[in-house]
Nanobody
Framework: QVRLVESGGGLVQAGGSLRLSCAAS????????MGWYRQAPGNERELVAI???????NYGDSVKGRFTISRDNPKNTVYLQMDSLKPEDTAVYYC????????WGQGTQVTVSS
């Protein structure tokens, strides 16, 4: 089992920045992929960013160049630095990890006002 605890969501004006954190505990090691997905009302859950063993990353097209994912392996914590935020980034952001199966955090709300 893996437990994911997110923090850092909130309300920010367009153009601002937020940093999300996700601490993992349980059966997870640095080689397990971790990342972030988001879901806005009426939309499907979509990939925001994911980081793999060795540090390679993938980003959703809508956040490339604005968001940066990073990971602290000794702490089993993944971060999402979100800059130049837009109202369309408003969503619930879910931490993700894969350790033999996908695991999800409880979600944290990010609201960007125009």
């Amino acid at each position: 089992q893996v437990r994911l605890v997110e923090s850092g969501g909130g309300l920010v004006q367009a153009g601002g920045s937020l940093r999300l954190s996700c601490a993992a505990s349980g059966n997870i090691v640095s080689g397990n992929p971790m990342g972030w997905y988001r879901q806005a009302p009426g939309n499907e859950r979509e990939l925001v960013a994911i980081i793999f063993s060795g540090g390679s990353t993938n980003y959703g097209d809508s956040v490339k160049g604005r968001f940066t994912i990073s990971r602290d392996n000794p702490k089993n914590t993944v971060y999402l630095q979100m800059d130049s935020l837009k109202p369309e980034d408003t969503a619930v952001y879910y931490c993700y990890a894969n350790s033999f199966r996908p695991y999800w955090g409880q979600g944290t709300q990010v609201t960007v006002s125009s």
